[in-house]
């Protein structure tokens, strides 16, 4: 072909040969990085928490959870992005601690010395009356409660009024690590039942509240609040009687109401009014930041006194979220952003890192 025949091809032949890079086959992107997740909890709590429907989400979603026996030394099993956990003893305290020494770019959820402070019924409570929220229609606090440490103090004539209490009361175990006997409670009704109690013993107020109790789950920026059957309200009528034994435990309570007047109590769980959602998010972000956890729980009653007033009774550290509806996306969402905004966090870090360096670099040249 003659170099002048160019001139009458149509100038949609006559494009520029495309770069040579845009014609190769593209490498394939590298794959998102999964996330790894330590997990080092009892055997109880593993079984309830770790479910195969878990499991299944998180894999889908890039997340790997993975078992960690408190036994044997972490850095060995892992590397992990994250470590949950919910084991007690001074061994593992200080291997945990020790890891995080050495590598602090693991997140640990949550710190040992921060959960111990909610092993304690005597303190636990305490963090409630610590927050300063805005006053708004609703009010919050706790129940009145004492510790009683010595076994003649409950066998007084006016116990009760000497220790600035009013029956019922519900006797409740000084210690709440998770142990069986850490859960076990009693409602006290008169000075009969105050004599059978063991010490030492703490008694909070029981406050009636329509047999309604309200579970507040959070785990980190999420916040849930759902509703739960809970102790029926005494009446006078039950309260005045002195010729009972005056002790009932929360287990023969709960089957008593069963019997009685389960579609009552049900129903009325049902018509109950959860508290308002900014009320709840904002109690919940107060005692998250206060107490410095992101796996937690509290129980909230409803004051049958005052509609508009509402206690904090007891607060779990990693509770048992299987029993809180779609858990798995719940906690899969927590984890990747846990391991997300730790990873972006540490991405900054180097970058602002780097440009220190480098304008190091150029004002030795400019010297």
């Not at 009892?42 to 408190?70: C, M, Y």
């Not at 916040?223 to 034994?245: A, F």
């Not at 959602?277 to 009653?301: C, H």
């Amino acid at each position: 072909m003659r170099l002048d025949s160019f001139r009458d091809m149509p100038l949609s032949i006559l494009q520029p040969i495309p770069n040579a890079d845009s014609i190769l086959p593209k490498k394939m992107s590298d794959p998102s990085p999964r996330h790894r997740i330590g997990y080092a909890l009892s055997p109880k709590k593993e079984l309830s928490f770790i479910q195969d429907s878990l499991i299944d989400h998180a894999n889908q979603r890039g997340v790997d959870l993975i078992r960690i026996h408190p036994t044997k030394p972490i850095t060995e099993q892992g590397p992990f992005d994250c470590i949950i956990h919910k084991m007690y003893g001074r061994d593992w305290n200080q291997q945990l601690h020790q890891f995080s020494v050495e590598h602090p770019n693991v997140v640990v959820i949550d710190p040992p010395e921060a959960i111990e402070k909610l092993h304690n019924r005597v303190f636990m409570l305490e963090v409630v009356t610590r927050l300063r929220m805005p006053q708004g229609n609703e009010a919050f606090g706790v129940p009145n409660q004492r510790v009683v440490y010595k076994s003649e103090t409950l066998l007084a004539p006016n116990a009760i009024q000497e220790l600035g209490l009013r029956f019922p009361v519900i006797a409740k175990q000084v210690s709440a690590e998770g142990s069986a006997n850490s859960h076990k409670m009693s409602l006290v009704l008169n000075p009969n039942g105050l004599k059978r109690l063991k010490t030492p013993i703490v008694l909070q107020e029981f406050v009636n509240h329509g047999g309604v109790i309200f579970k507040v789950y959070v785990a980190g920026e999420y916040i849930n609040c759902v509703k739960r059957k809970s102790l029926p309200d005494i009446s006078e009528e039950k309260l005045n009687n002195s010729d009972t034994e005056g002790l009932l435990s929360f287990s023969q309570i709960s089957n008593s109401a069963s019997n009685e007047d389960e579609e009552d109590s049900c129903s009325d769980a049902e018509k109950s009014e959860p508290p308002p959602l900014e009320f709840v998010t904002e109690l919940a972000r107060g005692l998250r930041e206060e107490m410095g956890l992101r796996l937690f729980n509290f129980d909230m009653i409803r004051d049958g006194r005052d509609g508009n007033r509402y206690l904090v009774i007891d607060i779990n550290y990693f509770p048992g979220y299987a029993k809180m509806p779609s858990y798995e996306s719940v906690l899969v969402d927590f984890f990747i952003d846990i391991v997300t905004k730790k990873r972006n966090k540490t991405v900054g870090l180097e970058e602002e890192h780097q440009d220190i360096s480098h304008g190091g670099h150029i004002e030795e040249k400019n010297l």
